[in-house]
């Protein structure tokens, strides 16, 4: 489920994983900072997760906020996170595995646009602990955006 990046990686992302979606999901689901979540196109053959969050957790100049997830059999993945503002712009970031040309495997896409993009390294691979890892950031740009 989680090779390291050190065995000889595929060339392609493979099918989406619908089991660690499905894991995800009721992660997200029983998540107090997630209002719905949904899969595109069905939970049947998932190719994407989206989850919703809370309105009220967010000052008012941000009206909406959700993450995208895709998972593969590969343990490959992107988990977009993605604010929608009331002047029409948008503040996002994104971590990902997946064969690129623009960087390593493993990497982050840093806010407020997410075209930079940096090398990550993660302690584990593991889908609950990079869940664990996208959801604690979450919550320290919530801070920010109060205290701004």
Same mark, same amino acid.
């Not at 689901?29 to 994407?48: G, H």
């Not at 302690?123 to 950031?137: K, Q």
């Given at each position: ?14 099918? &989406?994983? %619908? !089991?660690? *979606?499905? *894991? $995800?999901?009721? !992660?997200? +689901?029983?998540?107090? $900072? ?13 190719? $994407?997760?989206? +989850?919703? *969050?809370?309105?009220?957790?967010? &000052? ?19 988990? #977009?996170?993605?604010? +929608? /503002? ?7 970031? %994104?971590?990902?595995? /997946? ?5 390593? %495997?493993? #990497?982050? #896409? ?9 090398? *990550?390294?993660?302690?584990? $691979? #593991? &889908? ?8 604690? +950031?979450?919550? !320290? %740009? ?7």
């Amino acid at each position: 489920m989680t090779p390291s990046d050190s065995e000889s990686p595929p060339d392609s992302t493979g099918p &989406p994983d %619908r !089991q660690t *979606l499905q *894991l $995800l999901e009721r !992660q997200l +689901a029983s998540d107090p $900072l997630v209002s719905t979540t949904a899969f595109d196109p069905d939970s049947y053959e998932p190719r $994407l997760l989206s +989850a919703s *969050l809370e309105r009220d957790r967010y &000052p008012e100049s941000i009206p909406a906020a959700r993450v995208d997830i895709r998972w593969f059999t590969t343990a490959d993945f992107t988990v #977009h996170y993605i604010e +929608a /503002h009331d002047d029409g712009s948008q503040w996002e970031c %994104r971590w990902d595995r /997946h064969p690129n040309t623009h960087n390593s %495997r493993l #990497h982050f #896409h840093q806010p407020p646009t997410a075209t930079q993009v940096t090398d *990550l390294d993660l302690p584990s $691979l #593991h &889908p609950l602990e990079v869940y664990s890892t996208v959801l604690t +950031a979450i919550e !320290q %740009r919530l801070e920010t955006v109060w205290s701004d």
